[in-house]
């Protein structure tokens, strides 16, 4: 709805107060003062939007009068009149009243209602921009607050991950050292007595990886900060990830096949960040591998600053309309009679953290990973790694490609447990 402006008119002759409120009385709801006390009392008692005063008037004259109103009601579009060419009169109306126009009696009413018309539309102006101004100082101030809430969430969230990591893995580093401690105490125990203490220690081991994965994921916002890179040998660093992995090969009595090219060279990563991820990414096919199975391990360049890393399993694979939360947190499309604390037991399936972290990991360093589902059964994850950080993988990952997947490389998402830490000593 279009705003009615008020005007007030100031002027000690009385014919031309009815003159211009006739004039104007139409278009405006039109206040009129013989002098300028009367003026300043309607000022403190209405909601004026324009003013237009006389110069020469007993008492106050028109200036001091602008002056005055500014102090009362600023946002008024204030204008002085006058018959006498009076210089001064004008600078102190435009110093001290900040006035619109300065208008010459006797005026053309033609070029009056202009005059007036435009003083409207700049009030209007004037209150947009005011109106907008307080909008955007009230965005501006929920913007702050929502900022301290971000930063006071975050300094919660710093202060209970430390506090979480001490007060979850102090207990574990102790029961895990105390058995180790019991049983090089005495190598004579009965069976039972050595399959609890092989229970404790495979319980405590899970418990440290699930204690490890949460924590690190946790921390996710800071990955970024803590990347150090420094110049490895890749080859070192697979060879390193089989070492590792091995005893659960062997334990389940896998084949692994390891192809590692002889070509791969130096690559500037993150030497621990790699490791996990892959390590994850291993732990994976073996627990989705049947007993006597075969996990495949390569390593091999495309073009000379891509490596390019698969882990292949010839497992069970699950239905592919899951692929999309392959790499999400938690994601396991759990199944409650494969969940379980083994450790790499056939189908076991933990949190589903594993492989949220060696994405995230990968992606650090500029790569992507992705996966397929094998024609024959079992799933293939690929990891590409550039040599440096001034290299950019532009492959398409599951989170850039949407597409469906065909059916000779459907997507396959498994489950992760991650990878098992070093036993811990007590001193």
Known sequence: M????????????????????????????????????????????NEVHLLLSDQRMPGMSGDALLAEARRIQPDAVRMLFT?????????????????????????????????????AEKYDLLAERKALISELQDANSQLV???????????????????ASHEFNTPITLVLGLTDLLRLSSSERSEEESEILH???????QLARLVTNMLTLLRADDFRRTLER????LATVVQGVVDQVRPFI?????????????????????????????????????????????????ARLDGPEMAVIEVEDHGVGIEPEAFRHLFEPFFTQLDPSCHSSGDFGFQKRGLGLGLSIAKQFVEMHGGGVSAERLEGGGTRMTIRLPRSEAVVDTAPTPADDRREPSPSTEVEPIADLGPPPARPTVS
């Open 83 to 119: 018959g006498y060419a009076d210089i001064q009169a004008v600078i102190n109306a435009v110093n001290e009243g900040h006035i619109f126009r300065y208008i010459l009696k006797p005026w053309d009413a033609v070029e009056l209602e202009g005059v007036i018309r435009q003083a």
């Open 250 to 298: 062997h334990a389940r009595h896998l084949h692994l096949k390891l192809e590692v090219a002889d070509d791969l060279g130096p690559f500037e990563i993150d030497c621990d960040k790699v490791a996990s991820a892959l390590v994850n990414l291993m732990t994976n096919a073996i627990k989705f591998t049947p007993d006597r199975g075969e996990v495949a391990l390569t």
């Open 145 to 163: 607050r929502a900022n301290e809430d971000l930063a006071r969430a975050d300094r919660l969230k710093t202060a209970f991950i430390e506090v």
């Open 199 to 205: 229970q404790i220690t495979s319980s405590g081991r």
């Open 230 to 233: 420094r110049p490895v040998e």
């Open 2 to 45: 279009k705003r009615r402006h008020t005007l007030l008119i100031v002027d000690d002759e009385v014919d031309v107060l009815e003159s211009l409120r006739h004039q104007f009385h139409r278009a405006y709801r039109v206040l009129t003062a013989p002098n300028a006390r009367a003026a300043l009392e309607l000022l403190q008692d």
